[in-house]
């Protein structure tokens, strides 16, 4: 009886904490805050393309993305649309968090990995919120990389801790290249109710954006661990430095130009999965 109780509570806790998880206005949050994912994506592809050509100066990360919408005659309601965007990711990330992801497994690594993209949401949220506000711009990509490397490396054993950093950025790098080529991405999208040209296009802006992302935070890894082992800091790259780097190979500014698509095709991605991922 008394077992028999428990489980029954059990079970409406679980129930409960699915309601919460799934509110409208929660999905309502996560898919804009995809979307404005989305929409960075596509400005700092767009920045990458122009640099690949010697057209921009401008820095091919959030602070130059921000930069550019905020330019803009509709810059200032594109910034709080951007707030209110990734405030929802924050949220949306800390409900899988607390609560899990239905019809997942391995909830305990769901949960950390999901409340390591909410503190990061967070952190985005706050910089886009400041510029909003006219407080001040977010410190770019680069100075975060290179402040964050020196602090730790200022510390007994920060070598050792900002190679394992930088492990970890080529290891996500690769799993997210592999994942994407392998199209894991379309299990969270309900491609039942595309059309077949829809989500052969969905497929395709999701493979090729993906490897790029991953190929993104690989180059960015590499460098982290070339900054240890050099003793170095300022050898570390953000995202603006590790894109480009990409334009400084043999195959010169075409791997950027290539590149920058695949991210200019990841925010398209992301729109897509605001539209249709499942939640």
Same mark, same amino acid.
């Given at each position: 009886?008394?077992?028999?109780?428990?489980?029954?509570?059990?079970?409406?806790?679980?129930?409960?904490?699915?309601?919460?998880?799934?509110?409208?206005?929660?999905?309502?949050?996560?898919?804009?805050?995809?979307?404005?994912?989305?929409?960075?994506?596509?400005?700092?592809?767009?920045?990458?393309?122009?640099?690949?050509?010697?057209?921009?100066?401008?820095?091919?990360?959030?602070?130059?993305?921000?930069?550019?919408?905020?330019?803009?005659?509709?810059?200032?309601?594109?910034?709080?649309?951007?707030?209110?965007?990734?405030?929802?990711?924050?949220?949306?990330?800390?409900?899988?968090?607390?609560?899990?992801?239905?019809?997942?497994?391995?909830?305990?690594?769901?949960?950390?990995?999901?409340? $390591?993209? =909410?503190?990061?949401? %967070?952190?985005? &949220?706050? *910089? !886009?919120?400041?510029?909003?506000?006219? #407080?001040? +711009?977010?410190?770019?990509s680069d100075t975060q990389s290179v402040d964050l490397t020196a602090t730790a490396m200022s510390h007994p054993?920060?070598?050792?801790?900002?190679?394992?950093?930088?492990?970890?950025?080529?290891?996500?790098?690769?799993?997210?290249?592999?994942?994407?080529?392998?199209?894991?991405?379309?299990?969270?999208?309900?491609?039942?109710?595309?059309?077949?040209?829809?989500?052969?296009?969905?497929?395709?802006?999701?493979?090729?954006? $993906?490897? =790029?992302?991953?190929? %993104?935070?690989? &180059?960015? *890894? !590499?460098?982290?661990?070339?900054?240890? #082992?050099? +003793?170095?800091?300022?050898?570390?790259?953000?995202?603006?430095?590790?894109?480009?780097?990409?334009?400084?190979?043999?195959?010169?500014?075409?791997?950027?130009?290539?590149?920058?698509?695949?991210?200019?095709?990841?925010?398209?991605?992301?729109?897509?999965?605001?539209?249709?991922?499942?939640?």
């Amino acid at each position: 009886m008394t077992s028999s109780t428990a489980r029954r509570k059990s079970r409406d806790v679980r129930h409960a904490s699915g309601r919460a998880a799934n509110s409208p206005v929660l999905r309502f949050l996560a898919r804009a805050g995809l979307t404005a994912r989305g929409v960075m994506y596509v400005v700092i592809g767009w920045i990458a393309v122009q640099i690949a050509f010697g057209h921009s100066r401008q820095q091919a990360d959030r602070t130059g993305a921000l930069h550019i919408l905020g330019g803009n005659w509709f810059g200032e309601i594109a910034l709080w649309l951007l707030v209110v965007g990734f405030a929802g990711l924050a949220l949306w990330r800390l409900a899988e968090a607390i609560y899990g992801t239905p019809g997942d497994d391995d909830k305990t690594t769901t949960r950390i990995t999901s409340l $390591g993209k =909410a503190v990061t949401y %967070v952190v985005i &949220t706050y *910089g !886009v919120l400041k510029y909003a506000l006219g #407080i001040g +711009a977010p410190k770019s990509s680069d100075t975060q990389s290179v402040d964050l490397t020196a602090t730790a490396m200022s510390h007994p054993g920060g070598r050792v801790v900002v190679v394992i950093a930088g492990l970890v950025l080529i290891g996500a790098g690769i799993a997210l290249a592999y994942s994407a080529a392998r199209k894991h991405f379309l299990k969270k999208l309900a491609t039942g109710q595309m059309r077949p040209r829809t989500r052969q296009a969905v497929t395709w802006l999701g493979r090729a954006g $993906g490897i =790029a992302r991953g190929a %993104v935070f690989g &180059t960015a *890894g !590499v460098f982290l661990v070339l900054a240890a #082992i050099e +003793a170095q800091p300022q050898q570390a790259k953000g995202l603006d430095s590790a894109l480009r780097a990409l334009a400084a190979t043999p195959l010169g500014p075409w791997l950027l130009v290539a590149v920058a698509i695949g991210l200019i095709m990841f925010g398209a991605f992301s729109c897509c999965e605001a539209r249709w991922r499942r939640l």
